[in-house]
């Protein structure tokens, strides 16, 4: 990998997207000024440093989390591949607790399936069916997304560097095994007190959602990491994210599989 | 009606039929006759339909349209509208339309109800449709317009018996029962690539509420849902433009693929 970047650079933009994140505020993308340049690669150097620092303060890793899945919004952004990044322990939201919107910049949230492995999943040429073989059950889920930039304004870099926009993660707790579902037609809606906000299907994620956790173990192995057994992957949101408010009951129904609830308070 | 509204119904019948005599699509209805009512709009789309029941056609069912809250947005309205289905609107899964058949087509996956007894409003539930549904289908609407360019407000699609087009019913069925309709996904592909992806939910929240609504609105009119009617219930997505030469493959969760192509 060539970067011009020097740790130290590595380690300051790292504490600028970690900071801004601890102290819940927001600020400008990096590419604006700070470091116009900023490359994909360079951006995921600047996440492992982010991810260190938090594992550093004892925090610990979940699962991981793909973005940009949708075919539409890769378009959007000139890229080929989706992105990944991490939920931490602290993020996890139980089914059905509250959320303290103040603990948060500026939330959305969006719909998604969760997966996880019964082995561990090693790319090169990792495909969907490899990976329905090695699941052990599939979960409805809610991802909270929560840019640490001034109005969700980034470049894939940014997002990159800002460890994707995680933030929470709720995860529904009826897990199905995958062989009796067809992924890519599961029905989903996202209501907020009882409305429906956004609908769609799996296949709204890379043709199925299953692509995604190949993707990711595909992605990894480029840096010589694995998708571990066990851990819950998030693998995209299906539809577009849609805003929080105080005062919100926020339900997904994933046909077939199930459905996850959480509240927003002040 | 006094004879000058049924001189005016017509000429608006006689204007949209033009569409097929001159091959493209005409000028909207609300454009000659700003003052047109819903329901006058309504009487042109029988006066439409009892012409080809005239001529021999027969009617196999309904369609609900304007299901969905983007598109009643778009429209400003806040009820759905409905047409007729025809025989001759009937299409075989995997079938070929001579583009000649349509005008500027659009394609809307959605699941179809077959009525196994009769619908009577007022006061029509969901439950009271999906207890009178025999089976529910999955199915691709080609909804076509008479009016150029889409230019419709709800009144033009209204006399243009709903912008309906042509209708293909695939081959696998199931009981409403054993069903979580509300929850069966869909995605639609155009050439081998996905378009978008929807949910049963999409049409006003529940498909069986909308054929309960479309119950209560024929009483209006005096009309009954007949057992063994087709009824297309509103789309699951966004309509997706056809092109000549374009192949459609829509798969539902539950209940398999319907697919159709357009000749070039």
Known sequence: ?266 | MNIETTAKTESHVKHLASAWSNGQGVQPITELDPDISIDEAYQVQLHTINRYLQNGKRITGKKIGLTSKAVQEMLGVGEPDYGHLLDDMHVENKGTVPFNRVLQPKIEGELAFILKEDLVGPNVTSLDVLKATDVIVPAIEIVDSRIKDWKITLADTVADNASSGLYVLGETFKKPANLDIKQIGMALYKNGELQNTGVGAAALGDPAKCVAWLANKLANYGITLKAGEVILSGALSAMVEAKPGDHFYVKFAELGSVEVSFSE
């Open chain 1, 1 to 266: 990998m060539v970067t011009k970047m020097d740790t130290h650079l590595i380690k300051e933009l790292a504490n600028y997207t970690h900071g801004a994140e601890k102290e819940k505020r927001e600020i400008t993308k990096i590419t604006a000024d700070l470091y116009p340049e900023l490359s994909i690669e360079e951006a995921y150097l600047v996440q492992e440093e982010l991810v260190r620092q938090k594992l550093e303060e004892g925090k610990k890793i979940v699962g991981p989390k793909m973005g940009i899945t949708s075919e539409a919004k890769m378009k959007q952004m000139n890229v080929d591949d989706p992105i990944y990044g991490y939920v931490f322990d602290y993020m996890v939201v139980n089914e059905g607790d509250s959320i303290s919107i103040s603990d948060y910049i500026h939330p959305k949230v969006e719909p998604e399936i969760g997966f996880v492995l019964s082995r561990d999943l090693e790319g090169p040429n990792v495909t969907a069916l490899d990976v329905l073989a090695a699941t052990e059950y599939v979960f409805p889920a809610i991802e909270i997304i929560d840019s640490r930039y001034e109005n969700f304004n980034f470049t894939l870099p940014d997002v990159i560097a800002d460890n994707t926009s995680a933030a929470g993660a709720v995860f529904g707790t009826t897990l199905k095994r995958p062989d009796n579902l067809e992924l890519d037609v599961v029905g989903v809606t996202l209501s907020i007190n009882g409305e429906i906000q956004a609908l769609g299907a799996g296949a709204a994620v890379l043709g199925h959602p299953a692509n995604s956790v190949a993707r990711l173990a595909n992605m990894l192995a480029k840096k010589g990491e694995k998708v571990i057994a066990g851990e819950p992957i998030l693998t995209g949101g299906l539809t577009a994210a849609v805003m929080l408010s105080p005062g919100d009951f926020v339900n997904v129904k994933v046909g077939g599989i199930g459905d996850v609830s959480f509240f927003v308070k002040e």
